[in-house]
């Protein structure tokens, strides 16, 4: 993360996306939108830097790090 990097909150990302909820987490569970992370006990949020990016190119957009962490072994 870099220094000037924020977290945001869930409302944030939905004002700055468009999307609903539901849509927004279907979305992290397809790999398709950056994933939250946990900043508490009970809270999450999400690095801008990542939603910026999602917003550039929403279309071609691929979590980065789901592939090795969910691909399928032999």
């Known amino acids: 993360m870099n220094p000037t990097d924020r977290i945001i909150r869930l409302k944030t990302v939905l004002a700055l996306t ?10 992290i569970a397809d790999g398709t939108f950056p994933a939250q992370i946990r900043i508490s006990i009970h ?9 910026n990016r ?17 691909g399928t072994s032999p």
């Open 43 to 51: 809270g999450a949020g999400w690095r801008e830097s990542a939603v």
């Open 18 to 27: 468009g999307l609903s909820r539901s849509t927004l987490y279907r979305k």
């Open 54 to 70: 999602w917003i550039a190119d929403p279309v071609t957009y691929r979590e980065p790090d789901r592939e090795s962490a969910h």
